[in-house]
């Protein structure tokens, strides 16, 4: 098991590269099972996450082909089982898309219950509800999730809450049912764009994606092609707090800046200074920063996932900021950790208060999550002396090459194995 060391107390100067989005890429390859044809995906990040659902795709029949370390050729025509039920499967997340993808292909889908990062109750009632109203059956057994329809019919389909995986996982069911799909109250993230935008690109006929009503008139094939994945939005956004909080100076190259405008309006109120130009936002630090408060949201609000990496650079404001996370009912385990350090945090419910501090001092953490780790990463940064930071398979899992690029911005940070 590796750990990350971090000799901190370093300001980080110079430009760093985003890479392909994590949340797009790992809808987009489950996608790829609706398509008759070779497709290529260009700009796919090169993280664990990736790795297990090409070989989840592999496993079921279909030819891969890494082209270069981000772009995959994929081959789903051979794919042959409806199944995906190995351990990695229920250890991460996204593999719910798996769902959604077999069952606009087979009209059948058995899929190992999602795992992924534990913020309390994750349920999944409203990828069900969704595919129950297009036609199928669903039943639940020793955790997996059996799926069948004789035929899959378009229908108006209204979530209850607004969510990510659930919006997606009805496209990816719809896009070859019969007649029109409408999903109402729909997540308007970048990712979900993204996803709308290749299935479309491969034939799909979805208008609407980005706004909260998606209508989805139904296709008898998809045919192949290629495609690049958008930016990574929170990989972004955890590189323009890294400079935030290190008292840096960082250029955060090829993204798409509008879809940062949640956290680059935050920044602004704290005092950072922001320079934004087509594809970069250069991010500079240039006085102690400033309590504020923030509500995370659906986008566009502030993002859940830069929730722990916002409260971490919030440690350097003076005076008392506030976060309330609206989405998770439990994604502050992460505290206990920062407290070792010397944060001074108080949790009551999904609030969090959280007094600026002089210094934090490194210490020996346990990463407990994807973003609670990069939170991690950023306070070893920040913090005096020494920080090892264990369970680094979570930050694998969405970041790629972390510490590479963090030691080409000025970071002492190494990995143990
Ligand atoms: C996705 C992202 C995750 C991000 C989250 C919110 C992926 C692979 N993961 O997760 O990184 O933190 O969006 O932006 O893209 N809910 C239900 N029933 C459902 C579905 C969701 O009650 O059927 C609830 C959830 O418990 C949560 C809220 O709705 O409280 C939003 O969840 P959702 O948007 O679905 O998040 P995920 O798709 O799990």
Known sequence: MSKLCIQGDTRLVGDVKISGAKNAAVAILPATILVEGITIIENLPNINDVAILNEAIISMGAVTKFLDLHTLEIDATTIYKYSATEPCISKMRASYYLLGALLGRFKKAEVAMPGGCDFGGRPIDQHIKGFRALGANIEIED??????????????????M????????????????????????????PHIVDVANFLNKMGAKIIGAGTDVIRIKGVSKLHGGHYNIVPDQIEAGTFMLIAAATKGDICVRNIIPEHMDSLTSKLREIGVTLIEGDDYIRVIWKQKLTATQIITLPYPGFPTDLQPQMLV??????GVSTIVESIFDNRFQYVDELRKMGANITIDGTK??????????????????????????????????TTTIDNVRYIDR??????KKLTALGAQIFRID
């Open 398 to 403: 969405g970041y790629e090459d972390i510490e």
């Open 352 to 385: 969090a208060s959280i007094e600026g501090v002089d210094t934090l001092y490194g210490a020996n953490l346990v990463a407990t999550d994807l973003r609670a780790g990069a939170a991690m990463i950023i306070a070893g940064l920040v913090a005096k002396g």
């Open 162 to 189: 607004v969510s990510v995986g659930a919006t997606i996982n009805i496209m990816l069911a719809a896009v070859l049912a019969e007649g029109t799909t409408t999903i109402e109250n729909a997540a308007k993230e």
């Open 143 to 160: 955790n997996i999730i059996k799926i069948n329809a004789d035929r899959l019919i378009g229908t108006r389909i209204y979530l209850d």
């Open 313 to 318: 650079s919030l440690l350097q404001a003076q």
